[in-house]
């Protein structure tokens, strides 16, 4: 399972709009065709909740499965096949 965690997009320590945008657009999103993905959900500064769905529409068109939060509590948020 890949981990696409909410750290690597800080600036100066926080989650600034436009530089988190241009962080989005510089993935290579592909990477994770077909692939388990979990988008770590705790993390020490806060995270808007658009932040959270602009990185589930990017996945969303490749992932295989998309999961939420932590290893040991993982919420299942969108499957290819549609399946729960």
């Known amino acids: 399972m890949d981990?696409?965690?909410f750290e690597q997009f800080l600036d100066g320590g926080i989650l600034k709009?436009?530089?988190f945008r241009a962080s989005v657009d510089a993935i290579d999103w592909s990477q994770y065709r077909d692939k388990k993905v979990m988008i770590k959900g705790c993390s020490d500064v806060p995270v808007p909740t658009?932040?959270?769905l602009v990185i589930t529409a990017r996945l969303a068109q490749y992932a295989g499965r998309i999961v939420y939060g932590e290893?040991?509590?993982?919420v299942r948020i969108f499957t290819r096949d549609g399946k729960r």
């Open 71 to 74: 290893p040991c509590s993982a």
């Open 3 to 5: 981990t696409i965690f």
């Open 17 to 19: 709009e436009e530089s």
């Open 50 to 52: 658009w932040a959270y």
